[in-house]
């Protein structure tokens, strides 16, 4: 029973600041419940909760994004055509560099993947995926352009990173099950174990499946056509790409896109009232156009 208590408080304490553990556990070793090495345990997993939902640095939001990008990637193929990636990877970097994070760890990285769903998927450090599908709803480089600018907004707003953060627990998890292993039975260990490896699970699902909440995908919408624009594109593109989608909605049986985004037709009413608000008037550039039809097709 006092086991289970003692479990049962430590995760209590686990959801608390620093300052509060530290008194909770001072309670608990004077009462008996826990003995000192116990207390010094526990302290040292509460510290490791705190921390774990500190911001994270360019370098580590760059291995996180990478870990999450090579899960996405057990579930598509890319797409291989070395001169089409090199194309996507100017244009992307392109408005990457008139963003709010023109400059990431390990840079920016696009890749195309190989299913005619329409999709794309923004990973923390800069991992952005889209595939033929999503590509085949653009008809120029100015719309390309603002779909790439849409996933980068992602990106600079660290959409992926709040989403990850409330599966952080998996590094106090971690210090829990090296620092008191002794103390509980193989069955307890075996629970915080499955909870530590579900927790990768957790952020891929929410970033490929159940997707970035409403407002986050208007957010990302702001920020792509800000980007575009900065970058010299017509942001008319992101409007005749969304229009493509509305178009594709009425086909579709909700896979994809459609499944993890909001209607497009929402995000294309909103689009246009920030395009006039903000006065984007560039014209799309014939040059473009042709390179475009060139590379893609």
Do not use: W
């Amino acid at each position: 029973m006092r086991k289970n208590m003692t479990m049962f408080l430590v995760m209590l304490l686990l959801l608390s600041c620093a300052s509060v553990s530290q008194m909770g556990t001072k309670i608990l070793e004077e009462e008996g419940v826990i003995d000192e090495q116990q207390k010094e345990s526990i302290d040292r997993v509460t510290a490791a909760v705190e921390h774990s939902f500190a911001d994270l640095t360019g370098e580590q939001e760059y291995y996180l994004g990478r870990s999450v990008a090579a899960k996405i990637l057990t579930s598509y193929q890319v797409y291989e055509n070395t001169s089409l990636t090199t194309y996507i990877n100017r244009v992307g970097n392109a408005v990457a560099y008139a963003s709010d994070r023109p400059e990431l760890y390990g840079g920016y990285h696009f890749l195309l993947l190989d299913t005619e769903e329409i999709n794309a998927f923004a990973c923390p450090g800069g991992f952005i995926f889209i595939t033929r599908g999503l590509l085949g709803t653009c008809r120029n480089e100015e719309a390309l352009a603002n779909v790439l600018a849409h996933e980068v907004g992602h990106v600079c707003a660290k959409h992926g990173l709040k989403a990850i953060k409330k599966s952080r627990l998996m590094e106090a998890f971690d210090v829990l099950l090296k620092e008191t292993s002794k103390h509980y039975t193989q069955e307890q260990l075996n629970r915080l174990t499955e909870a530590f490896d579900g927790a990768l699970g957790d952020i891929v699902d929410q970033l490929v499946i159940k997707g970035y909440s409403r407002q986050q995908e208007y957010e990302a919408d702001r920020l792509g056509l800000k980007y575009s624009h900065l970058a010299g594109y017509a942001c008319s593109g992101m409007v005749q790409s969304l229009q493509a989608m509305v178009t594709s909605a009425q086909k579709t049986t909700g896979l994809g896109f459609f499944k993890t985004h909001p209607v497009p037709q929402d995000r294309l009413e909103k689009v246009q009232q920030e395009i006039a608000s903000k006065s984007y008037s560039r014209a799309v550039e014939p040059t473009r156009t042709k390179r475009f039809q060139m590379t893609v097709g």
